[in-house]
């Protein structure tokens, strides 16, 4: 068990070494246990524009994580997500715009609670790739993302 644990936790730390301003992992092998520095990046019940979140979706749960590249200088398609989700910008910075005007900006290292049902797109305005790794709250056979029609 403490084997299995310490391999979750370097894993983790590997992880970790990626997202600046996050958490760090220690393992000390002499003693047979591990610490953890843990910094909480956001915590809330609502998204980045003061929405309250939804409730999960009915069904089996399934968790879904992307790492999402947006080139410099490219726009993402008008969308909407019907899930919770939540992100971390690795890299490069990212601008979130709703339908309706709200805006946010993001650089590196910021954390993101995204907006549920509704419609928006991302642009990337830096001039390096913009990175983002997104965890989607989801149930089996059900869409994290919809893409408006047009």
């Known amino acids: ?12 730390s590997i992880i970790l070494l990626f997202q600046p301003s996050c958490a760090t992992v220690r393992i000390r092998q002499e003693a047979n246990e591990a610490s953890i520095v843990v910094n909480e990046l956001v ?4 998204s980045w524009d003061g929405e309250f979140l939804i409730a999960y979706p009915q069904g ?3 968790i879904t994580i992307r790492r999402i590249t947006v080139l410099a200088g490219a726009r993402l398609e008008t969308h909407s997500h019907p899930v919770i989700n939540a992100g971390v910008l690795v890299s490069g910075q990212l601008t979130v715009v709703t339908v309706d005007g709200k805006t ?5 290292g910021d954390p ?16 390096v790739p913009a990175e983002i790794l997104v965890f989607y709250a989801g149930a089996v ?3 994290i993302t919809v893409a408006r029609q047009r």
């Open 104 to 108: 946010l900006h993001l650089n590196a």
């Open 60 to 62: 089996q749960p399934e």
């Open 112 to 127: 993101i609670i995204e907006v549920v049902n509704t419609w928006h797109y991302g642009i990337n305005q830096g001039k």
């Open 43 to 46: 915590k809330s019940t609502k």
């Open 1 to 12: 068990m403490i084997k299995q644990n310490t391999r979750i936790l370097a894993f983790l």
């Open 141 to 143: 056979d059900a869409p």
